[in-house]
């Protein structure tokens, strides 16, 4: 069935210094990679997404890479700062016509000052 | 624009009680879903909508029931409250349609216990 693996599911870096969270995903028909970032006590909001015709994308201290024939994809976060602490969760498009979106099971980012 | 709303915020049940989360949009979205979260277990899709008029099981759909009642909004029933059923409860919606995935919005959630 559809899965999405992410990982790690704890992650502490030092302020200033760069996260990397990876997923994994199981349909090749996926083609929309979204993630969402969750402070505590909060709904998830996106941070950046990422369809199947883009390699990579970036947003200012916020990067996604996609590889297809792997059928993984990761959020690279440079120059992390306190306020990036949250939980951040990577999604996949469940196949066309479904509208349904799998969700990885989430890394609790922490950047310690 | 209110974005995704729901209601309640908060709400304690005792076993064998049963009850309605609502969830309405403003952003004339097609699509809308209903996640339960758990802690560790990340958000698991219970039922959505992919147009109005439609409902679909997703993930973890026993015990729940569904109504798109129009494009608008979209509801979750609890016939009879069991305490697996603590979580907090999000609605979401998306512009996908015609083949095409989008970014979903997120209401503020429910957080949910069953005693």
């Known amino acids: 069935g559809e899965n999405v693996e992410q990982h790690p599911s704890t992650l502490s870096v030092q302020e200033g210094d760069s996260a990397v969270i990876k997923c994994t995903y199981s349909?090749?028909?996926?083609?929309?990679f979204p993630w969402y970032k969750q402070e505590l006590g909060k709904r998830p909001q996106l941070i950046i997404d990422?369809?199947?015709?883009?390699g990579e994308k970036k947003d200012q201290r916020i990067a996604v890479t996609l590889n297809k024939t792997a059928k993984h994809f990761s959020l690279h976060i440079t120059e992390t700062q306190p306020e990036d602490s949250a939980v951040y969760f990577c999604?996949?498009?469940?196949?066309?016509?479904?509208?349904?979106?799998?969700f990885g099971t989430g890394t609790r980012l922490k950047v310690l000052a | 624009n209110a974005g995704v709303t729901q209601t309640p915020k908060f709400q304690v049940l005792k076993t064998g009680q049963s009850m309605t989360l609502q969830c309405a949009q403003d952003?004339?979205?097609?699509?809308m879903y209903w996640y339960r979260q758990d802690p560790g277990m990340g958000l698991r899709l219970i039922y959505y909508?992919?147009?109005?008029?439609?409902?679909d099981k997703g993930e973890v759909p026993n015990g729940y029931n569904v109504s798109r009642l129009n494009k608008r909004e979209f509801s979750l029933r609890l016939e009879s409250a069991a305490p697996s059923q603590t979580s907090v409860y999000f609605c979401?919606?998306?512009?996908?349609?015609?083949?095409?995935?989008?970014?979903?919005?997120f209401g503020p959630g429910t957080r949910l216990t069953v005693l």
């Open positions: 979401a919606s998306s512009r996908a349609g015609l083949a095409s995935y989008n970014e979903q919005f």
């Open positions: 349909d090749s028909a996926s083609n929309y």
């Open positions: 909508s992919a147009s109005e008029g439609t409902t």
């Open positions: 990422i369809r199947s015709n883009v």
């Open positions: 952003m004339n979205h097609n699509s």
């Open positions: 999604a996949a498009s469940a196949p066309s016509g479904t509208y349904k979106y799998i």
